[in-house]
């Protein structure tokens, strides 16, 4: 495990992360760092509430980002109805080069019956 040194609303904490993961627990404290100035910015002093407030942003923008993230199971139905276009309009196809077989083999059929019975061609 990982000791990262990362400074928050003029505080120091340590933190522990698996190996590896120091500079994205960084970028994380950085993230909450921006928060607390701009809640800071907008006149707001006191740790607690400055920290309380800038929690509460973090958390309306993750609210936002989740509202707007499709729901896997509407990526997968999207997924679903576009395999289904694509069978149906296989099978269309194959239909209509079965039908096109189906007049010609019928023409074929005329033909030979026209010509085995000895009528006149029309």
Do not use: W
């Not at 500079?23 to 921006?34: F, S």
């Not at 309306?60 to 993230?69: A, H």
């Not at 099978?91 to 080069?97: F, P």
């Amino acid at each position: 495990m990982a000791l990262v040194s990362v400074r928050i609303n003029g505080h120091s904490y340590t933190v522990g992360c698996d190996n590896g993961q120091e500079r994205h627990v960084q970028a994380m404290a950085q993230q909450v760092e921006r928060r607390v100035q701009r809640v800071r910015d907008m006149g707001f002093s006191g740790d607690a509430r400055v920290l309380v407030l800038a929690a509460l942003l973090m958390a309306d923008e993750i609210q936002d980002l989740s509202g707007s993230r499709v729901p896997d199971a509407t990526i997968q139905a999207a997924k679903d109805a576009e395999r289904l276009r694509a069978e149906q309009a296989l099978t269309a196809s194959r239909l209509a080069d079965l039908a096109e077989r189906a007049e010609s083999l019928a023409a074929e059929l005329e033909r030979a019956y026209i010509d085995e019975a000895g009528l006149p061609n029309a």
